[in-house]
């Protein structure tokens, strides 16, 4: 089956083609950073107004990238939720119109199953059960994956998702939006040695996370130490190593606790240097398996909705006539087919 995955959650308009016997066909991103860099963070309406303009003509781009026309298309997946409500109904309305066009299924797909399920676009992906991290803008989240639909969050954020703690950080250091990796990058010249920051909640029992205590640590230090080339560098490399060594002990913490042997890193902070390195290093130590998607696939991207959706449609799911959105959905809410 081939199927076209559309995501428009928030920023990024994907675009994707995913065929179940020969992969991922072709795909496209369009980041819609310039747009809302200006602002300091994504603002919802232009988001929306973004993925009108580009969704179309990205859809062309993949189809010619393919070398196949939208009469090959056999079922068409789209982002349902979570997300920004306007983008959503974006990517909603063209996949289920599409879909209505084409005389083929839908199905509207949860964005986090996307993520989670990423590594799978690649050519050694792992098998079930693992334990899969999943660290992106909005979401921090330990989760045992034992099949298609079938998630049990067993850790998660009490505040701040990493990547949100990262961006403002990266903010009240001047770096723009979003700065998580204009962060990473600064970090590199950082001295690991000059500031100590703490590490949340680790000497507490439980997987749980918190991130927000750590920009405001950010900022006592800027205000104490002053906001020169150097002093902005070894900030970034004490916050970047304080988030790194925390998610690192709790996924070591949850593999002991699961017995689980495979780890697998979703979402766009896994496309962080320092934290795949330091995750390689603790999986090497316990001998468990470490898997994470190419880095244009830890960021929102079309691949992963066209393979999730691909998966679902062949089960024999389909949407329900009309177009429907979640801008909240819980992971563990999703069932398997
Ligand atoms: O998964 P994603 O693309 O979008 C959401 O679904 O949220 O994740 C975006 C997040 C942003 O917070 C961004 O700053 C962060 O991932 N990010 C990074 C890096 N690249 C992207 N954070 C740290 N280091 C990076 N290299
Ligand atoms: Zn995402």
């Known amino acids: 089956m081939l199927v076209l995955g559309i995501e428009t959650s928030c920023d990024e308009t994907g675009i994707a083609l995913y065929d179940a016997k020969r992969g991922l066909l072709a795909h496209t991103i369009y980041s819609q950073t310039d747009i809302h860099a200006k602002w300091g963070g994504v603002v919802p309406e232009l988001a929306s107004r973004d993925h009108v303009r580009k969704a179309v003509p990205l859809i062309d781009e993949v189809l010619i990238k393919a070398g196949i026309t939208c009469k090959d298309i056999e079922g068409v997946a789209y982002t349902k939720g979570p997300g920004l409500v306007g983008a959503l109904l974006i990517g909603a309305m063209l996949g289920r119109t599409l879909g209505f066009a084409l005389g083929v299924p839908t199905i509207g797909v949860h964005h986090l199953e996307g993520h989670l399920l990423a590594p799978f676009l690649e050519l050694n992906p792992p098998a079930f ?107 970034a490399r004490a916050f970047e190593d304080a988030v790194v060594e925390t998610l690192t002990i709790k996924c070591r913490r949850a593999l002991q606790q699961t017995g689980f042997r495979t780890l697998v890193i979703a979402g766009g902070v896994g496309a962080n240097s320092a934290l795949r390195h330091a995750l390689h290093e603790m999986c090497k130590k316990h001998e468990a398996a470490l898997y994470f998607p190419r880095l244009e696939f830890c960021t929102d991207n079309g691949a992963m909705i066209a393979y999730v959706g691909c998966q679902r449609l062949m089960a024999g799911e389909r949407e329900a ?17």
């Not at 505040?159 to 001047?174: P, Q, S, V, W, Y």
């Not at 177009?323 to 069932?335: G, I, M, N, S």
């Open 321 to 337: 006539f009309g177009v429907e959105v979640f801008p909240r959905w819980p992971l563990d809410q999703l069932q398997g087919s």
């Open 129 to 235: 059960p693992f334990l899969a991290l999943l660290v992106s803008g909005g979401h921090t989240e330990l989760v045992k994956v034992e099949g298609l639909g079938k998630y049990e969050i067993i850790g998660d954020t009490l505040d701040d998702a990493a990547g949100e703690a990262f961006d403002k950080t990266a903010k009240l250091l001047g770096l723009g939006y979003p700065g998580g990796a204009a962060l990473a990058k600064l970090a590199e010249k950082g001295d690991p040695k000059r500031f100590h920051f703490p590490r949340p909640m680790i000497d507490r029992p439980g997987l749980d996370f918190s991130f927000s205590g750590l920009k405001t640590f950010a900022l006592h230090t800027v205000e104490s130490h002053g906001n020169d080339n150097q002093t902005k560098a070894d900030i």
